[in-house]
C-alpha cells in the first residue's frame, strides 16, 4: 500500500460530461502529481501542486483542471469529456522535490461513451 | 526537458532466466534515477532509485540496477526471474524540476 488514496476507482459516463478525480497523497507529502495513462499514449505527465501552488504543466488540455487544496488532498476536474479522455487517471505524492520518488496511488479508471 | 528512452517494448524470457531492462537517457547533468514497476490494475511501484554514490543500485524483488554516467544509462536486471516478475517495467529521471518516465517494457515471464 503506497498510501495514496484515490477516488473513486472507476467511472463511467457519457461524452460532454464533467467529472472529477480525487486524490489523497500520503501523510505528510507536500507535492502531488497527476498522471494520465492509456495504450497509445503511455504515461503522460499533467500537473504538478507543491504545497497548494501549481508548480509544472506537462501535457493537459485546456478542459481539464486541477487544484490542491490546503489539507493537501488534490481534484483533477475534466470538463466536456470525449471518447478519446477514457484512460487510467494517476495522482503519486512525494515528501519533497527533487530526489523524493513518487509514490502512485491506484488510479481511477475512467471510460467515456 | 529530458527523454527517457526504453529500448525494448517486449521481453519475453523464459522462468529462472536472467533478464535485463535498457533504459537511456538524454541528460548529462546530475539527475535522479528510478525504476517503477506495474502490475495489472494497479499504481506504479517503486522498485530501486539511485540518488547518489555506489552505481550498482538493488532494489526489491532481487532486482537491480546500475547507473553509467557516461553512458547515460540505467540499465535494469534481475539474475533469475520468476512468474510473479511479469508485469511492466518504467524507467524514470528527476533533472531536480520534474519527472520524465520512459514508454515502458512489457516483460513477460514464460514457464
Known amino acids: 500500500d503506497s498510501g495514496v488514496t484515490q477516488t473513486p476507482k472507476h467511472l463511467i459516463t457519457a461524452t460532454g460530461q464533467r467529472v472529477t478525480l480525487r486524490c489523497s497523497p500520503r501523510?505528510?507529502?507536500?507535492?502531488v502529481y497527476w498522471y494520465q495513462q492509456s495504450l497509445d499514449q503511455g504515461l503522460q505527465f499533467l500537473i504538478h501542486?507543491?504545497?497548494?501552488?501549481?508548480?509544472a504543466k506537462g501535457n493537459i488540455l485546456e478542459r481539464f483542471s486541477a487544484q490542491q487544496f490546503p489539507d493537501l488532498h488534490s481534484e483533477l476536474n475534466l470538463s466536456s469529456l470525449e471518447l478519446g479522455d477514457s484512460a487510467l487517471y494517476f495522482c503519486?505524492?512525494?515528501?519533497?522535490?527533487?530526489?523524493?520518488?513518487?509514490?502512485f496511488g491506484n488510479g481511477t479508471r475512467l471510460t467515456v461513451t | 526537458a529530458q527523454s527517457v528512452t526504453q529500448l525494448d517494448s517486449q521481453v519475453p524470457v523464459f522462468e529462472e532466466a536472467p533478464v535485463e531492462l535498457r533504459c537511456n537517457y538524454s541528460?548529462?547533468?546530475?539527475?535522479?534515477l528510478f525504476w517503477y514497476v506495474q502490475y495489472p490494475n494497479q499504481g506504479l511501484q517503486l522498485l530501486l532509485k539511485?540518488?547518489?554514490?555506489?552505481?550498482l543500485v538493488k532494489g526489491i524483488n532481487g532486482f537491480e540496477a546500475e547507473f553509467n554516467k557516461s553512458q547515460t544509462s540505467f540499465h535494469l536486471r534481475k539474475p533469475s526471474v520468476h512468474i510473479s516478475d511479469t508485469a511492466e517495467y518504467f524507467c524514470?529521471?528527476?533533472?531536480?524540476?520534474?519527472?520524465?518516465f520512459g514508454t515502458g517494457t512489457s516483460l513477460t515471464v514464460i514457464p
Open positions: 501523510s505528510g507529502d507536500l507535492s
Open positions: 524514470a529521471v528527476n533533472d531536480f524540476s520534474q519527472f520524465y
Open positions: 541528460s548529462s547533468v546530475s539527475v535522479y
Open positions: 503519486a505524492s512525494s515528501a519533497v522535490e527533487g530526489n523524493s520518488p513518487l509514490h
Open positions: 501542486y507543491y504545497n497548494g501552488e501549481e508548480r
Open positions: 539511485y540518488l547518489s554514490g555506489s552505481t
